[in-house]
């Protein structure tokens, strides 16, 4: 505000002296305690309303003699200064990304107001403000796909007033997530619109989505808020967790009185077994035993489950020597510990 006043006359200048206290105390609420929805929004109010009151400079800056973006980006080089009031380097992050995304917001907006220039849009705000009714304005501009924004700028201001007045760097923390989540939240619903916010100018749309995303994701990794999940909420998630899935049955081992009457060398090993219409793999040896068993009967011992059956072994129905369950249970597990060793080794 002190550099935009700067660029008016003498006289105006004088007769918005009343704005920076104004300004400084719509902000004291944040400043200290919860930043719950309605402090911020209460905030957010008292804050528009003083800048609508700033009629003379409002309308300067709809007829394109001032640049809220080319003040706005001297906040940049004051990144450093607010990263060290921070104090931890992912609070300093999030007030980047927000003074990142505060400075592109005001250059989309701006080049927007002046593509209207000439539109319904420009000139009723240029009217309403004529009106003199500030409360309703706010109230008007606090509605998406404003609101956001505005809400946005307010917290962000209120970090660089905490910084100005050397407050609670833990306060500072929560109004540099908090901020950044409304920033994010704005840049989603400006774009909605139409607006081009470019947060790193050369950027292309797919790469801003993915960073914007990425910085979603991150915040929602962390402790939130009420408020910030509810503001969160609204976001696509990336990676979201898929939806639970039950786990398949596990697999059975069944033994079964039968015939051969089939036997497959390609493109696998299997074999066909009477009453079935499908194959059953199976390993070289098995095959060849199966071949010297058809036409007569064998007992076969099957592995089950949802993803297919296979043979784990097949004798003759009348071989005294094949094994009883335990002792194929045993076989089994010696088999699978030498396949582990050989593949550990």
Same mark, same amino acid.
């Given at each position: ?10 006289? =105006?200048r004088a ?99 002046l593509k ?5 849009e420009v ?139 089939? =036997? ?82």
């Amino acid at each position: 505000m002190d550099a935009w006043l700067t660029k008016l006359p003498a006289e =105006v200048r004088a007769q918005l002296r009343w704005a920076v206290p104004g300004l400084e105390a719509a902000l004291d609420g944040l400043l200290a305690g919860a930043l719950d929805e309605g402090t911020v929004d209460a905030a957010a109010h008292r804050f528009t309303v003083v800048v609508l009151r700033c009629r003379a400079l409002l309308q300067r800056i709809l007829g394109g003699q001032i640049s809220p973006a080319q003040h706005q980006a001297r906040l940049l080089p004051r990144i450093p200064e607010v990263a060290a009031f921070l104090g931890e380097p992912l609070s300093a992050s999030h007030a980047e990304k927000a003074i990142r995304a505060a400075v592109a917001i005001s250059r989309g907006i701006e080049d927007d107001v002046l593509k209207r220039s000439e539109g319904p849009e420009v000139e009723s705000l240029a009217a309403a403000l004529e009106d003199g009714d500030m409360d309703a304005l706010a109230a008007r501009l606090l509605q998406p796909p404003v609101g956001a924004v505005m809400r946005g700028y307010v917290l962000l201001a209120a970090l660089l007033e905490s910084l100005e007045r050397r407050g609670s760097a833990e306060q500072g923390r929560r109004l540099a997530r908090l901020a950044l989540v409304h920033m994010l939240w704005a840049i989603r619903e400006l774009r909605g619109e139409g607006v081009r916010i470019d947060l790193y100018p050369g950027d292309s749309a797919e790469l801003v989505d993915d960073r914007r995303l990425d910085a979603v994701a991150t915040l929602v990794s962390e402790e939130c808020s009420t408020l910030e999940l509810q503001l969160l909420g609204g976001f696509p998630r990336r990676n979201a967790a898929p939806a639970h899935v039950p786990s398949p049955p596990p697999p059975q081992i069944q033994r079964s009185m039968t015939y051969v009457t089939g =036997v497959q060398f390609r493109p696998y090993p299997a074999l066909m077994l009477e009453g079935q219409a499908w194959w059953l793999g199976c390993s070289p040896e098995l095959l060849g035993r199966a071949l010297l068993l058809r036409e007569q009967p064998v007992q076969v011992l099957l592995l089950v489950s949802a993803a297919g059956s296979s043979v784990l072994r097949i004798d003759a129905a009348s071989d005294r020597d094949a094994p009883d369950a335990a002792t194929r249970t045993a076989d089994m597990l010696r088999d699978w510990d030498e396949l582990l060793h050989r593949l550990a080794r």
